[in-house]
């Protein structure tokens, strides 16, 4: 199962990039990119930015079986 | 003298096991014999040649409000349904203050797919604010049984108001809510329902999806207390999502001892080793001692749509959307001539989307309000663009410009569409049959005879499952499952909702409009097939021969 977290309250994905993923390069890049859920959300209307039900995952797709 | 037997049926009585032929003998509204020969009654009925089941339990529907201007789940009985579970997706009519019951009302009507007319027009709020007075207001007054859940997104509400949709809730106020829960469980609710997906008409997101993980933790602990069931609407278009909540499903269920299920979940063409990945997920969390019940529907997607009603296919575009929702008819026609281009736009954009394939091409024209164009019924959006030289957005534009809005579209098998693949879905141990969505979603398709398909496509035509595997499917299991511990099983002393049904023509009709709701408009709706007679707690509710029996209200809160 791919690794995920849930927001703590106040958090963007930057803040769970630095927590989650500490020292990586542009690592809110990176997140949003294993989490297209949430950047297809900012098209719907006003963004209401991350929820605290949110899942985020914190790693890439894993390889197909 | 007994009240009703049912005799020399073949008794397939929901364990799964092989059925027998004999008398199934009713009184007081319990079952009192199965098998063998019953003596005299006031009322006797032959099922020589026939089934003799349980009476289905439908676990994920939505007839909250249908329920409170039709006694019958209007045509859910008559497919064998004698119990239905609503409140389902975070959506229950109560608790809710009243100054809450335009924004719910809004909410519910978008999200299930209810024409405004017929909420407003049904829905009376005559209980006043309670979960148990909605319930009191029900009892006496209902053909079919309902074991009600309450919903996550109403218990925010009443205890945050307006800040349920805008930040998590403080402990005083997690507090509160599982002091109302425990207040609704006791009321009769058979669990909570929360919402992982849905928006409101705004575009936000809806209560329930502003809960920490502390929040349904607690709530969680609740129902735990009461052995309750926790549902949930997940994130069903994605598998990793759909895998990560399982994964919190079943850290819930081991810490509080509860059963959970999560609704729905579609075999996917586009995903093909998605089921199987999260077949696994639910199996390892199995292992591990958790109850995680995945809900299937029997049926394959379609879905219809009209700009003369408003549709959530339409929600994903802005323009579309827009004029959909625009309530003056006089008004909306006027809007979509003003905005053609702009619709025509978007609507062509769908074949750039992901898996968009023809994107409006693959629409076929279900139904004209013309008589000259009744030739174009049956013909594919794709197919009439190319016959006039025209993009597909404009070919469906400008029938439904010249229909003044009332052309009917459908596309159909969507997805889901695979029997066989299906078939070994809903076969599978670990697998709940579910997620009809009983009384929602009422113009855009029909969620009524899901259980006759059952039966004609995955025991008649796939054989994926035994008639008895099926019939246990719809039954034992499910009352299982949601703790409903008197029904599901035809044993004595079980609550006496029956069924009787021809397992070689069992079935669902075809999708048929039907206006019997309240003010304009239409829904989709599906008659039984193979369907004799339907029995609630003793009371002969439906015949196929007399239909249904004027009066009939043998219902009950099935969990009071």
Redesign the interface.
Known sequence: ??R?V?PH?GDDLAAVAARELPGVDEADHQLLSWNL?LAARAG???S?GL???D?V?TEP?LP?? | MLDLVIRDGLIVDGSGLPGRRGDLAIHDGKIVGVGGRAGEARRELSAAGRVVAPGFIDPHTHYDAQLCFDPYAFPAIEHGVTTVVPGNCSLSLAPLRVDQRDAFSRMFRLIEEMPEAAFDAGVDWRWGETFGGWLDALTGNLALNVAPLVGHSVLRMFVMGPEAQERPATADEVEQMASLLRECLDAGAVGLSTSFVDIDDTYRPVPSRWAAPEELDALSAVLGERNAVLQIVHEFFNTDLTIARIEMLADLSLRHGITTTLSPIFHSQADRTGVARILDAVGAARARGAAVWPQVQTRPIDISFTLDQRSLMLLTMPSWWQVASIGDRTAKLAAVSDRRQALVDEMDSLAQRPNGGLGAGGFVVRDVVLDRNRDLIGRSIDDIATERGCSHGEALLDLTLEEELGTWFIRESIGHDDSEAVGALLADPNVHVGASDGGAHVGSFSTFGDTGYLFSEFVRTTGSLSLEQAVKKITLDPATIWGIDDRGLLAPGNAADVVVFDADTIGRGPEIASDDFPGDGIRWIRRQEGVDTVVVNGDVTWTNDDGYVADARGGVIATR
Do not use: K, Q, Y
Request: aromatic share 12%.
């Open positions: 199962m791919r995920f849930t309250p859920h719907l209307g006003r209401v929820l605290p039900s899942i995952f797709p197909a079986r």
